[in-house]
Every structure is written in C-alpha cells, then in structure tokens.
C-alpha cells in the first residue's frame, strides 16, 4: 500500500501502532533489568505481548487483504494473552503470589486455549468476528464482532479491572504522593473508551486500541516514574520514615512518614540533603547510627541507615530508612547511666571505707596509748568517737543502698506541685542556720520522692559550702538551685559531681553526686555554672514541664 498517498486519518492510526510497537521493543532493554525476577518477568511478558499485539495490528492495517485478515486473528490471540501478563505483572509487583498459584495457573491456560481455539475457527463459524472491506476513510477490513467476542471483551475486562485494583490498593496502602502513577495506570484504561468510540460511531475504526494504552504505560513506568515506581515496590509494608536521593544527594522522594517525622522534606523535592536535613547528612557522612530528635514533648532515637537502589546494575539512587528504636536506646542509655552510678558508688564506698577506717585506727590507737598512760578518760572519748565513726559509716553505706535503689529507672512519674516539694526537702536538710527562698509555680513530671530527696541534697550541699542563703528557681524547662556560698573558682565544674571527690567537703562530697543520679533517672541533665562568681550555681536543664510559668 502506498503510504505517501494515504489519508491522514490513515497516517495517524500507522503512526500510532507504530510506535507503539516499537515503545515496547525500546521498554524491554529497561524491562530485564528489573532486580525483582517475578516483577521483571511479568513487565517482560507484558511488553512482548503489547508489542507484538500493535505489531499485528499494524499489518491488519496495512495490508487489508486476506493477510490482514490473519493479521487481526492473530491480534485477538496475542492481545489475549496480554491480560495473563498484565495480571503476572500487577500481582508480582504488589508483592501478591496470585502468579505462583498452581490452580490459577492452569486454570488460566486452560481458558485462555479454549478461547484461542474459538477464534482460530473463526472462518468457520463466524461467531467471533466478520469482515467487510471498505475504503472510508481509507482501505481496510471492517471488523463486525460477534457475540464470543463480547463475552470474551467482558470477561478480559475483568481480569484487568482486577489488576488496577491491586495496582491502586498497593498506592494507597504506600505512604507516598503517586497521584502520577495513578494517572500513569489511569491512562491504559483509555483505549476500552476509544473502543466503545469506535464500536457507536464513525469517529474511529472499530478496532482494539489496548496495545497504545498498554505501551504507554510500559514506557511510563520504566523510563518517567521509574524512581517512584521502584520506590512504592521497595516500600511496600514498610512503616518507617524512607528518604530517597540521587546520587548527588538530592532528594528525589519521601514517604508520609518521613514528612511527619521531617516537616522540612514537604516540597523538597531536588533539593540538597544536606540544606533540608543537615543533621541526617552529617550522620551518613559519619559512623553514627543514631539520630536524636525532640518531638512531642520528648527524645526519639532513630536508626539510620542507607543503600542504594538500582534498576538492574546500574544504581539509581540511595534508600535513607529512619527505623524507631526510642526504646531500646533509652534502655542503653539508661544501663550505661547505671554503670557509670554503680563505679561512682563504689568509688564513694571505697573512699568512705579508706577515711573511716583511717580514722577507727587512729582513735583506737590514741585510745591503748591513753589506756597505756592511765588516761582512762581520754581513752573512753577515742573509743566513743570511734563509735561515731563506725556508725557514720554505717548511715553512709545506708544512704549509698537507697540510692542505688533510687538510681534505677523510674517506672512511673506523675504531675507535681514544686512548692510543697520544696518545702518537704527544707525541712528534712541539714541545713545549719541557712535561709531559702523559692520563686516557683506549677508542676513538672517527676518522681515526688526522688525529686524530693534532690532537692535536699542540693540544700545540704549549700549549707556545706558556706551559704547563708540558697534560692529555688524556675526558667521555662529549668531549675535552678544558686547558693551565696564559696564560688567554684579554678575547680574544674565536673569535680563537683564526681563521688569521692569531696566538694565541697568529705561530709558533703556525695551531695552533688547524687543530685545529678537524681536528675538523670528522670531524664533530666545537670551542670554548674561556671560564669556565676557570687556563689554556686546549679542549672537542672530538660525538665518536663506539667504547669504553666508565672510570670
């Protein structure tokens, strides 16, 4: 047939089979380089058979003699089997096992032989198709389908109806903007409107108009939504925050999750990880695992970790998955506090064993040399002091054991008034003349015994220090315990907060200590401050807040 001379309308319909078999032909290089077997068999299938379908399509239209008659027959088989791997391929990809059944397998085959066999003896029956040639608007085999190939048309219908359902449940379910996948797998079901066109009117030819639909489709997803099409397979049943980058470092994609956890990653999109997430580059780009977030009120650990992605063995990209693991970090966390309390107590207890039993060898000397000399007196008083001593180091050993019990995690916090806290520790303090004052107001979360037995040891550390006056403040998520006593000078902040260190004296030496145990086994942390020059200055920083500030 002589194609310079043809109609337009002719041109267009060649033009467009076309290249719809060669889309197909071109797809297939991208196709077998699918990593996932099931999926790159069934996308494979898939392009086979909407190539060859268009192919023979084409050689219907062209030749529209006897030979275009066995091209459409041969149509009608092909694009048959086109729904079998149309379906392969949907139920592969969502990650389904529909194309591994035994049962449907046969059975498909089965029915798809028994429909073969009606259409190749077509020319003997004629109940599938007729064709008439005509030539407007140029010269073709009309086609006048029968009754089998409506029930055939219905039932392959369903079959791919069934697929779009897979295909849109898997992009619900996959926490990501694939509105233009949807668009993508939307665009395949125009044909069947082209084919109703075609069958009520003389707008188009009463032809199957699947392969275009089929192969756009194909190409659309192997070479424009390639990265979004990998990402919702790789994805799927994936709960945690995944970031996707080149390999620039861009960002190219980011699930529902990642953008809860990052707002930032909302309308990222091509832009360098390193201005929107510059915490999570600067841990890729490191040995640390770990990323520490503040959100909701509280700190969240997340495992990152990073590999590429890759379309056969060509990498495409990298796949940043954020996984929760606040729990067991801050059970990691918490078992190294311990350790690092249960060495500060035993330092402590060694410390107080050596001084105490220093100061018992030394009163029980004093004490037979005074026996010796028939100071009966002198020797009563160094054995009386020994006494003291011992019992000292008992209470010592006591408190050390109650702390070791306070040290553990705590199990359950409630809201509490601070003032009546306060008030509680005051009284208990040894506090040896000294005045406080407390300029406080609402609650915090904390543990009413232990944020009790805190607060005095930060009234007995003040009244070791030479205070006259110690104020309690509240600032925000901070309290602050500032006494007017010995400045801390030269003396390194950390000191004061290291068991058997003895700040501000060995009577005192563990205050300090055990305020910060205290603070940490709520999660809270505690330094010095080494500006304030007028006395000692206690900053308990990450308080949880339950009440509001008075200003």
Not at 189 to 217: K, M
Not at 247 to 270: M, T, V, Y
Not at 399 to 404: D, H, R
């Amino acid at each position: 047939m002589d194609l310079v001379g043809s109609s337009p309308a002719f041109l267009v319909y060649v033009a467009a089979y076309g290249l719809a078999a060669v889309g197909c032909g071109v797809g297939l290089y991208r196709a077998t380089r699918i990593e996932d077997p099931d999926t790159r068999r069934g996308m494979v299938g898939l392009l086979l058979c909407s190539g060859g379908w268009a192919a023979l399509q084409l050689g219907f239209l062209i030749t529209p003699g006897t030979l275009g008659y066995a091209f459409y027959l041969g149509s009608l088989i092909v694009g048959l089997a086109t729904v079998g791997a149309w379906l392969y391929f949907c139920s592969a990809y969502t990650g389904r096992a529909f194309h591994r059944n035994r049962l449907y397998r046969v059975v498909a085959v089965s029915v798809y032989l028994g429909i073969v066999t009606v259409k190749l003896t077509n020319p003997l029956h004629g109940l599938y198709f007729a064709t008439q040639f005509v030539s407007d608007p140029f010269p073709h085999l009309a086609i006048t389908h029968g009754v089998f190939h409506w029930v055939v048309t219905g039932l392959s219908y369903a079959l791919v109806t069934v697929g779009f359902f897979m295909l849109f449940e898997l992009f619900l379910e996959a926490d990501y903007d694939t509105r233009p996948l949807g668009v993508l797998v939307g665009v395949t079901a125009i044909p069947a409107v082209l084919d109703i066109v075609g069958y009520v009117s003389d707008i188009l030819l009463d032809i199957n108009h699947e392969p275009l639909g089929v192969a756009l489709f194909a190409f659309g997803v192997l070479y424009v939504y390639d990265e979004a099409f990998l990402a919702v397979q790789l994805t799927d049943g994936v709960d945690e925050a995944v970031v996707y980058l080149d390999d620039d470092r861009h960002i190219k994609e980011s699930n529902g999750e990642a953008q809860r956890l990052f707002p930032a990653l909302a309308g990222s999109r091509g832009q360098q990880l390193d201005a929107v997430l510059p915490a999570v580059s600067e841990i890729l780009q490191t040995d640390e695992q770990i990323l520490e977030r503040n959100r909701d009120g509280g700190t969240e650990y997340y495992l990152v970790s990073d590999t590429s992605f890759s379309l056969g063995q060509v990498d495409i990209g990298r796949m940043v998955v954020f996984t929760d693991v606040t729990e067991s970090e801050r059970r990691r966390r918490e078992l190294d506090r311990q350790n690092e309390q249960l060495e500060g107590f035993a330092t402590a207890i060694r410390h107080e064993l050596l001084n105490t039993l220093q100061i018992i060898t030394g009163r029980v000397s004093v004490a037979g040399d005074a026996l010796n000399r028939g100071k009966v007196d002198l020797a009563k008083e160094s054995l009386q002091s020994t006494s003291e001593t011992a019992d000292r180091m008992s209470e010592i050993v006591d408190g050390l054991a109650t702390l070791a019990r306070h040290g553990q995690t705590i199990d359950e916090t409630t809201a509490v008034d601070l003032q009546p806290v306060i008030d509680g520790a005051w009284d208990r303090a040894d506090t040896n003349g000294l005045t406080m004052a407390a300029d406080v107001e609402g609650q915090i979360i904390a543990d009413p015994t232990r944020l009790r037995d805190l607060f005095e040891s930060g009234f007995t550390f003040a009244a070791h220090n030479g205070a006259s006056t110690v104020t309690v403040e509240r600032e925000a998520d901070e309290i602050v315990i500032t006494d007017d006593g010995t400045p801390a000078g030269e003396t390194a902040a950390e000191a004061f907060f290291e068991y058997g260190g003895a700040m501000p004296d060995a009577e005192a030496g563990m205050t300090l200590p055990n305020l910060r145990m205290l603070a940490r086994t709520h999660g809270w942390d505690v330094t010095l401050d080494t500006e304030y020059q007028d006395g000692v200055r206690i900053v308990i920083s990450n308080v949880t807040v339950a009440g509001p500030l008075k200003k």
